[in-house]
């Protein structure tokens, strides 16, 4: 059965992440460095959201919560900026009780809440890409990569 997606995006500004924990354990030895290996894999993330939404909006996000995702027992799709990656689809969970209005100003209404993130695909040679370009570039990947543009654009055509 296909998860129910949350229409509403949270303020990129009001994102607090705390990535998974325990993924990677060090085990200190005497004398030296510490030894490192992989504990979890897929460990889930810590997402801190917020929304500036009017009473309408309010309403749908309460309603998501309560019917869609049984008071955050089930899980559902959303979109969001992590990784520094473009906006990305994420299976989430609401954390209990953390749905909260915060405030109201005039017909506003703030509200937050707390999302237990999946992690999404990681893709090695992306990352790996990503990595080799930044280094090649000096730090300036848009000149760099403006650069590369320009010179494909001269490129004889077959």
Same mark, same amino acid.
């Given at each position: 059965?296909?998860?129910?997606?949350?229409? *509403?995006?949270?303020?990129?500004?009001? @994102?607090?992440?705390? =990535? =998974?924990?325990?993924?990677?354990?060090?085990?200190?030895? =005497?004398?030296?460095?510490?030894? @490192?290996?992989?504990?979890?894999?897929?460990? $889930?993330?810590?997402?801190?959201? %917020?929304?500036?939404?009017?009473?309408?909006?309010?309403? @749908?996000? %309460?309603?998501?919560?309560? %019917?869609?995702?049984?008071?955050?027992?089930?899980?559902?799709?959303?979109?969001?900026?992590?990784?520094?990656?473009? *906006?990305?689809? @994420? $299976?989430?969970?609401?954390?209990?009780?953390?749905?909260?209005?915060?405030?109201?100003?005039?017909?506003?209404?703030?509200? +937050?809440?707390?999302?237990?993130? *999946?992690?999404?695909?990681?893709?090695?040679?992306?990352?790996?890409?990503?990595?080799?370009?930044?280094?090649? +570039?000096?730090?300036?990947?848009?000149?760099?990569?403006?650069?590369?543009?320009?010179?494909?654009?001269?490129?004889?055509?077959?």
């Amino acid at each position: 059965m296909p998860l129910d997606k949350l229409l *509403l995006r949270p303020q990129s500004s009001g @994102y607090a992440v705390t =990535p =998974p924990s325990g993924a990677i354990i060090r085990s200190a030895l =005497p004398g030296g460095a510490g030894e @490192y290996s992989a504990d979890v894999e897929g460990g $889930t993330s810590l997402v801190d959201v %917020n929304w500036l939404v009017d009473a309408a909006r309010w309403q @749908y996000l %309460n309603a998501f919560f309560r %019917n869609r995702t049984g008071g955050g027992a089930e899980p559902f799709l959303t979109d969001l900026l992590l990784d520094g990656a473009p *906006l990305q689809e @994420y $299976t989430a969970y609401f954390i209990p009780e953390s749905l909260k209005l915060t405030g109201t100003s005039g017909t506003a209404r703030m509200a +937050s809440a707390q999302f237990e993130v *999946l992690p999404a695909e990681v893709d090695d040679d992306a990352d790996s890409s990503i990595v080799d370009i930044f280094e090649a +570039s000096g730090g300036d990947m848009a000149g760099y990569l403006q650069a590369f543009a320009d010179i494909i654009a001269r490129w004889p055509r077959a």
